[in-house]
């Protein structure tokens, strides 16, 4: 098995090496989509069910619970939305995180960017985001699904330097998933075991960091 190549890129590995705690970093998952029956938010809860039972703590966040309006700073010098406030304090509560996001245009969904433009931003006279974001040191792990046969990927290239120039540790392992309308079996899991140990491989590498970084 070790004269296999593919034997030091599975999680096993590293765990061998390095000791595998996955299970104790709290991980958000959330997709950049509130479409009813939105490939990338299938494909959400499908890694929320392979971290929890690769044993992390995992809270899956569907943006379509947060009221928060498209981003206007005339509009936050009146007062930033309190599902803002509630948004920075999920995020800042979790070192590891997954996004998965739409590709629209070859890109990220305007949801998605909007929400990282409210999260970003300093809230005036606030105790805890007066001064500082929530995204300075986490971990984030990426993912895409479309039905197209590239997955979605273009939408991460561009996703990528946003994240970094936010602060962010970007995992190199990123899984976009393609012909999604066939990925998925009845009760939201991936059908395919190739899917699902990639889709595994960014869980995993994100975990692996968050613990070994000291992400907050």
């Not at 070859?106 to 300093?122: C, H, V």
Request: proline content about 5%; overall charge neutral; aromatic content about 8%.
């Amino acid at each position: 098995m070790r004269d296999n190549p593919q034997f030091y890129r599975l999680p096993h590995f590293w765990a061998m090496l390095f000791g595998d705690n996955r299970g104790m970093t709290k991980l958000l998952i959330f997709a950049g989509s509130t479409r009813q029956h939105s490939f990338n938010r299938r494909l959400a809860h499908a890694a929320a069910e392979l971290a929890r039972a690769a044993g992390a703590d995992v809270t899956h966040l569907e943006l379509s619970t947060l009221d928060i309006p498209m981003y206007n700073a005339d509009l936050e010098a009146q007062g930033t939305p309190p599902d803002v406030i509630r948004l920075k304090d999920t995020m800042d509560a979790h070192p590891a995180w997954i996004i998965v996001s739409p590709e629209y245009n070859g890109s990220y969904t305007g949801l998605l960017k909007n929400t990282i433009d409210w999260a970003s931003s300093p809230v005036k006279g606030h105790a805890v985001w007066g001064g500082r974001d929530p995204f300075a040191g986490k971990v984030v792990g990426l993912l895409s699904a479309s039905n197209g046969a590239l997955g979605g990927l273009r939408s991460l290239s561009h996703l990528n330097p946003l994240l970094q120039n936010l602060q962010c540790w970007i995992a190199p392992k990123q899984f976009a998933l393609g012909r999604a309308s066939e990925a998925f079996a009845d009760d939201g899991s991936l059908k395919s075991d190739a899917h699902r140990h990639s889709a595994q491989a960014v869980v995993d590498q994100v975990l692996w960091a968050a613990a070994r970084l000291g992400s907050k």
